[in-house]
């Protein structure tokens, strides 16, 4: 399996813009997992789909921050409008439901917002 | 909610020395999982680990759930091994699903 996929790597955007972070989990892995890492707060967890359905968004900073996973192999974290604050990097997790309960995470994607 | 403390939380050693990073929390675990943040930033699993003892080449790691810790050790460090040591842990009474992370240790291996 390829692991979890995340696009795009890198992105700079202005203060103002929509950033759309993507993510394709591993292949029949029930759970997906969004976080954020900072220097100031570590890593949190924004958001989690259970079965493509949101089941805790507490994590979820402000209402600029919205998730959506249309189907299994696919979810966004949009940003919209985005801050300089938003800056982080943004990983992606999954985890399958009836195997460990170990969460295998993509290799990120890393936000400049100027 | 759960707290994890991970000490220390940076270490400084040279190649071939052997490590021991700890990791404590405040309540019961379900989960208890050990990845290394790479230079690249990649999280890689280490150890999926809420009580017991595993082995991995020169990587081990023990949790003792009854006294909250665990404990991660290498052995003959690498330059490779360089990164940072992230526990994380889950109680689903608090939160299933909800992986809790400690500030990590910063281990630095220089040749």
């Known amino acids: 399996d390829a692991g979890v996929i995340q696009s795009p790597r890198h992105e700079v955007t202005e203060m103002g813009q929509e950033v759309t972070l993507r993510c394709k989990p591993i292949s029949g892995h029930d759970y997906l997992f969004w976080y954020r890492q900072t220097m100031m707060r570590g890593l949190e967890l924004l958001i989690y789909?259970?079965?493509?359905?949101?089941?805790?968004d507490s994590g979820m900073p402000e209402d600029r921050f919205s998730a959506k996973m249309p189907n299994a192999s696919f979810s966004t974290l949009k940003i919209q409008p985005s801050e300089p604050r938003d800056s982080a990097v943004y990983f992606c997790a999954s985890r399958h439901n009836r195997v460990q309960n170990e969460q295998y995470f993509g290799p990120g994607t890393r936000l400049t917002v100027t | 909610g759960i707290q994890v403390e991970q000490s220390p939380p940076d270490l400084i050693l040279q190649e071939g020395a052997n490590s021991t990073l700890r990791c404590n929390f405040s309540d019961s675990v379900n989960n208890l999982q050990w990845f290394h943040q790479n230079p690249w930033g990649q999280l890689i699993n280490l150890f999926y680990i809420p009580s017991g003892t595993k082995q991995n080449g020169r990587l081990s790691a023990t949790t003792v759930a009854t006294e909250r810790y665990s404990l991660l050790y290498i052995s003959s460090s690498q330059t490779t091994d360089s990164g940072v040591y992230f526990c994380a842990v889950e109680n689903y009474l608090q939160g299933a699903q909800k992986l809790v992370f400690g500030q990590g240790t910063r281990l630095t291996i220089n040749p």
């Open positions: 789909f259970n079965n493509n359905v949101p089941i805790d």
